[in-house]
Protein backbone atom coordinates (compact mmCIF):
# COMPACT_ATOMS: atom_id res chain seq x y z
CA UNK A 1 0.00 0.00 0.00
CA UNK A 2 1.26 3.78 -0.71
CA UNK A 3 0.48 5.73 2.20
CA UNK A 4 1.07 9.38 2.50
CA UNK A 5 3.86 10.30 5.30
CA UNK A 6 4.35 14.23 6.10
CA UNK A 7 8.52 14.39 5.99
CA UNK A 8 10.71 17.86 6.67
CA UNK A 9 13.53 19.38 4.75
CA UNK A 10 15.23 22.63 4.76
CA UNK A 11 15.32 25.10 2.07
CA UNK A 12 17.54 27.86 2.20
CA UNK A 13 15.80 31.34 2.39
CA UNK A 14 18.23 33.05 0.12
CA UNK A 15 18.77 31.07 -2.93
CA UNK A 16 16.41 28.25 -2.30
CA UNK A 17 18.19 25.42 -2.50
CA UNK A 18 17.22 21.80 -0.96
CA UNK A 19 19.24 21.13 1.71
CA UNK A 20 18.02 17.38 0.83
CA UNK A 21 19.81 18.09 -2.58
CA UNK A 22 23.58 17.01 -1.42
CA UNK A 23 22.59 15.02 2.06
CA UNK A 24 22.89 11.31 2.59
CA UNK A 25 18.77 11.95 2.99
CA UNK A 26 16.64 13.87 1.04
CA UNK A 27 14.29 14.35 3.72
CA UNK A 28 13.68 13.67 7.53
CA UNK A 29 10.70 12.45 9.72
CA UNK A 30 11.79 14.89 12.30
CA UNK A 31 11.90 18.23 11.95
CA UNK A 32 14.76 18.96 14.10
CA UNK A 33 17.04 16.42 13.14
CA UNK A 34 17.09 17.80 9.52
CA UNK A 35 18.04 20.86 11.32
CA UNK A 36 20.72 18.89 13.08
CA UNK A 37 22.14 17.79 10.01
CA UNK A 38 22.22 20.73 8.19
CA UNK A 39 24.06 22.72 11.26
CA UNK A 40 26.42 19.79 11.19
CA UNK A 41 26.91 20.26 7.52
CA UNK A 42 27.82 24.51 7.73
CA UNK A 43 23.96 25.40 7.40
CA UNK A 44 22.78 28.17 9.67
CA UNK A 45 19.64 29.60 11.39
CA UNK A 46 19.14 33.49 11.83
CA UNK A 47 16.18 34.20 13.54
CA UNK A 48 13.32 32.01 11.61
CA UNK A 49 15.14 32.04 8.34
CA UNK A 50 17.86 29.00 7.27
CA UNK A 51 21.01 29.99 5.29
CA UNK A 52 23.37 27.55 2.91
CA UNK A 53 26.83 27.58 2.95
CA UNK A 54 26.89 29.56 -0.14
CA UNK A 55 24.79 32.10 1.13
CA UNK A 56 27.01 33.25 4.05
CA UNK A 57 29.72 34.31 5.81
CA UNK A 58 31.28 35.96 8.69
CA UNK A 59 33.14 39.81 8.77
CA UNK A 60 36.12 39.94 10.60
CA UNK A 61 34.33 41.32 13.65
CA UNK A 62 32.45 37.99 13.87
CA UNK A 63 28.99 39.72 12.47
CA UNK A 64 27.22 37.45 10.37
CA UNK A 65 26.85 38.52 6.32
CA UNK A 66 23.77 37.44 4.29
CA UNK A 67 24.62 37.19 0.45
CA UNK A 68 22.72 38.70 -2.16
CA UNK A 69 19.37 36.97 -3.22
CA UNK A 70 20.67 34.68 -6.15
Not at 22 to 35: G, H, K, L, N, T
Not at 36 to 41: K, Q, T
Request: glycine share 2%.
Amino acid sequence: MIQKVEMFTIICDNCKCDYGDDAEYSCYAEEERVREDSHENRWITDGEKDYCPDCYHYDDDDNLIIKPAK
